[in-house]
């Protein structure tokens, strides 16, 4: 049979981590998920023609260019997603909304709150020539975490109290782990707080529909200088010469915030917790109720009813046909992995261009994130001084 749906072709910039996974979506969305439009991987760029060529080959693009701005002229591409460290994400997307090409970008939105308002600007007068953006925080994408946004939505925590948010992971925690992009303050922007505490920020403000209005931060970077890395490009870089290099992030970012219903929130993103590899996990207490998640343990969510006090918490295995995204996979308890909250997230992506809707996270959202992000710096910095969340 011929396919009948019309394509949407997709331009990606870089193919690391990051770019290995949103590839694996584009490759499987329209296979998984009954789309009204189809991905077709028409371009991939990246700097060295021979790895962006080898790359392109083993994850299905058509074809390589080896300068981004190149995939702007393509009349095959419609779609840029911007796979690169933070330091070129607002002159890559502001550049692909200008020439009309819809962005799928990845997190956190930039490096500076005046990048990110750039880029929302961009995106706000974009979206008034239907050309979409969206800011990849895939953990939206996990079944048992938007089942959580729904059971808030639905009212069944009641007024929200306590958010208890962390992001452990320990990949950094030997010294001579070298000095990967991620560790590099012009690269990444910052250290574990951009990196993974912007998903939990993003986590958090999703699934109680509040924002944080104010901080008080306390940042560490336990190793300060590291081995130079000679390909520094994912998390398993490749030490170089045996010369040093300083460590220009945070290794650990702690803080505490108010939300805007009124609770209290605490945070933890940290690369040093030994044993922990990536757990992103998040307890919300309300009036009526909790929730508790544990990425480790992603097909799981944990509900507290007061209603039901003896029940104490139940675990919910979120694979059943009715809940978000799980009835498009496999028979219940079969079990999703990481990879599918990118296929889950390209799927929103190509509905809302489809439907000519804004998708969500927007880049607004991501800015907000990002002020979250200042906010937690700037009180760092100021000895842990509560700082007000600009905006908010
Ligand atoms: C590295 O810390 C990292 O890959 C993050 O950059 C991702 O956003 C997160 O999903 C997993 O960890």
Redesign the pocket.
């Known amino acids: 049979m011929t396919e009948s749906r019309p394509a949407l072709g997709v331009g990606m910039v870089g193919y690391a ?2 770019g290995r996974a949103h590839s694996q979506a584009w490759r499987s969305v329209a296979s998984v998920f009954d789309l009204p439009v189809r991905p077709v991987m028409a371009a991939l760029s990246g700097r060295s023609p021979g790895r962006t060529a080898q790359a392109a080959a083993k994850l299905g693009w058509a074809a390589v260019e080896t300068d981004w701005k190149r995939l702007l002229e393509r009349d095959d591409v419609q779609i840029i997603d911007i796979c690169t460290p933070g330091d070129s994400h607002a002159e890559i997307a502001i550049a692909a909304l200008a020439a009309g090409k819809h962005v799928l970008c990845e ?1 956190p939105l930039a490096n500076t709150v005046a990048e990110a308002e750039a880029m929302a600007a961009a995106a706000k007068e974009a979206a008034a020539r239907g050309v979409r953006s969206m800011v990849a925080f ?2 939206r994408r996990v079944p048992a975490v938007a089942l959580a946004r729904r059971l808030v939505e639905e009212g069944r925590l009641g007024e929200i109290r306590h958010v208890r948010a962390q992001y452990l ?1 320990d ?1 950094i925690v030997d010294p001579d782990f070298p000095l990967v992009w ?1 560790l590099r303050k012009d690269k990444a922007g910052s250290g574990a707080l951009g ?2 505490g912007a ?1 939990i920020i993003d986590t958090a403000q999703y699934i109680t529909g509040q924002h944080l209005t104010g901080v008080s931060a306390l940042t560490e970077t336990f190793i300060k200088e590291r081995p130079l890395a000679e390909e520094s490009s994912g ?1 398993a870089a490749q030490s170089g010469t045996g010369e040093k290099g300083e460590v220009t992030v945070d290794d650990a970012a702690l803080f505490i915030g108010r939300l805007s219903g009124g609770g209290l929130a605490t945070f933890e993103a940290t ?1 040093f917790a030994t044993g922990r590899k ?1 757990a992103l996990r998040i307890e919300v207490n309300g009036a009526l109720g909790s929730l508790s998640f544990d990425f480790e343990a992603m097909n799981e969510l944990w509900f507290y009813d007061g209603a039901e006090r003896d029940a104490g918490f139940r675990r919910i295995l979120v694979t059943e046909p009715d809940h978000p995204y799980a009835g498009a996979w496999w028979p219940p308890g079969h079990g999703l992995g ?1 990879e599918h909250t990118f296929v889950h997230e390209t799927k929103d992506f190509l509905e809302a261009i489809a439907a000519g809707t804004d998708p969500v996270p927007s880049f607004e959202d991501g800015l907000r994130v990002q002020r979250v992000l200042a906010a937690v710096e700037k009180s760092a910095a100021d000895g842990s001084r509560f700082t007000r969340v600009e905006g908010s």
């Open positions: 981590f990051m997190k895939n953990y992971q990949w991620r990196d993974i998903h998390l690369r990536n990481y």
